[in-house]
């Protein structure tokens, strides 16, 4: 059903919410435009792991198969010691017709979406940030930073961790320092690394994610106090240093690190926006509501299952008021167990690295359940592929 109050939408940020939004706007014949902040597109060519749930949610655009057949699928993880002794093993909980993981570099995901989002009349702006939002009673005014000004009927905020929008409509908003950095590393894959190994040191967890037929990247998690400064030229020493007590498997693609540019680090930031997200016609959708540490895999998971929930709630054509209340009644729990349960694993294993893990905490059985609440039903029971 066409929404008789949401004709014109303005999405702040071109990530994955924000191309996704405009896909799903689009589908329900939605006007939107899109500013994004930098000139070129420049997304960094690591991998992302798509659990089931996020895979439903692209399947109601259409991309679920694209991503799958660009990427790479199996059915879960290996846990080894540092030196390469199985620990356990296990398949992801999963959704019927789904893969238990989908591996797939960003880039590539990224080309997916611009595909589609080019397939629809959305304008993209670029090099084009937001300079002043003032709500109307019937929409909100909005000036672009190219000199473009309107009314919109609503205007999303899907500017990531930093988000300008938030802080235009909510203020500051803290985000809570982890204590951890990720440090990735784009590898070639050999056809019998299938699943994803993950190997526990006594200071740093690395994993191996494969992403496509012939590519896999190497994850590695370390504690950073202090969040110190990286220097861009060290990052391949300052990476193969924290990953000198693995044996095995990781100690031979350590030789492999040469080249300091190709290795991306970021430190682990959290928060989570108190409800509601939206103040009259802006909401924040994404990083800009929820920035969650990676270890769920879940980030762009409810990024994308935000404005998928968003686009079917308009389908409903009931106020605008209304429509953004159930879309907090929807999102927030989901979003809410993902931050707190992800900060949870940052600090078992920040525990187990000071020799501090209590005994009787089952890290994998965690990860599971927490998945496998994921993989339940959500909006208007989304279809099996
Ligand atoms: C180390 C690491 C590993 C991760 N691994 C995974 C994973 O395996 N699986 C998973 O699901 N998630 C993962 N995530 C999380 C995931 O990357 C994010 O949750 C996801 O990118 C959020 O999407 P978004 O659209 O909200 O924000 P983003 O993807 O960050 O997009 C924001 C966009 O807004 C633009 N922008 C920023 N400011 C402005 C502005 N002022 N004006 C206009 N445009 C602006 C940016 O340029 C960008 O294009 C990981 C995150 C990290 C840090």
């Not at 809570?176 to 894959?189: F, H, I, K, M, S």
């Not at 190709?262 to 994404?286: C, E």
């Amino acid at each position: 059903m066409t929404n008789e109050h949401v004709k014109k939408v303005l999405i702040v940020g071109g990530g994955i919410s924000g191309l996704t939004a405009a896909i799903a706007l689009a589908k329900n014949g939605i006007r939107a435009e899109i500013a994004e902040k930098t000139s070129e597109w420049n997304v960094y060519g690591v991998g992302i792991i798509q659990p089931p749930n996020a895979l439903r949610a692209l399947n109601e655009i259409g991309l679920a198969k694209e991503c799958m057949k660009q990427g790479f699928s199996y059915s879960g993880f290996d846990y080894y010691t540092a030196q390469g002794h199985l620990l356990n093993d296990g398949d992801c909980p999963t959704i019927e017709g789904y893969p238990g993981v989908n591996g797939i570099s960003r880039k590539k995901l990224h080309n997916i979406l611009l595909d589609a989002v080019h397939q629809t009349e959305t304008k993209i702006y670029m090099g084009t940030t937001v300079s002043r939002i003032e709500p109307l009673p019937e929409g909100v005014f909005v000036e672009l930073s190219n000199g473009i000004s309107g009314q919109y009927d609503l205007l999303l905020g899907s500017d990531g961790a930093n988000s300008i929008v938030r802080k235009m409509i909510f203020g500051d908003v803290p985000q809570q320092y982890c204590g951890q950095g990720v440090w990735r590393y784009t590898l070639p894959r050999p056809k019998d690394i299938a699943r994803g190994l993950f190997y526990y040191g006594r200071k740093a967890k690395a994993g191996l994610v494969p992403m496509s037929d012939d590519k896999m990247y190497l994850l590695v998690t370390t504690p950073e106090p202090g969040n110190p400064k990286m220097p861009a030229d060290q990052l391949h020493t300052l990476l193969k240093e924290r990953i000198s007590e693995f044996g095995g498997i990781i100690k031979e693609y350590a030789d492999q690190i040469t080249d300091p540019s190709q290795v991306v680090y970021r430190p682990i930031f959290s928060h989570l926006i108190p409800q509601p997200w939206y103040k009259g016609r802006v909401l924040l959708v994404g990083d800009a509501a929820h920035g969650t540490a990676p270890h769920l895999g879940q980030g762009a998971s409810l990024a994308i299952e935000d404005v998928i929930v968003l686009a079917e709630l308009l389908k409903r054509n009931l106020s605008i008021e209304n429509t953004l209340d159930q879309f907090m009644q929807e999102r927030f729990e989901r979003s809410r167990l993902i931050v707190e349960h992800s900060d949870q694993l940052v600090k078992w294993e920040l525990d187990a690295w000071k020799g501090n893990l209590q005994k009787d905490v089952n890290i994998t059985d965690y990860v599971n359940e927490t998945l496998a609440e994921m993989n339940k039903p959500i909006i208007s029971k989304l279809s099996t592929l």
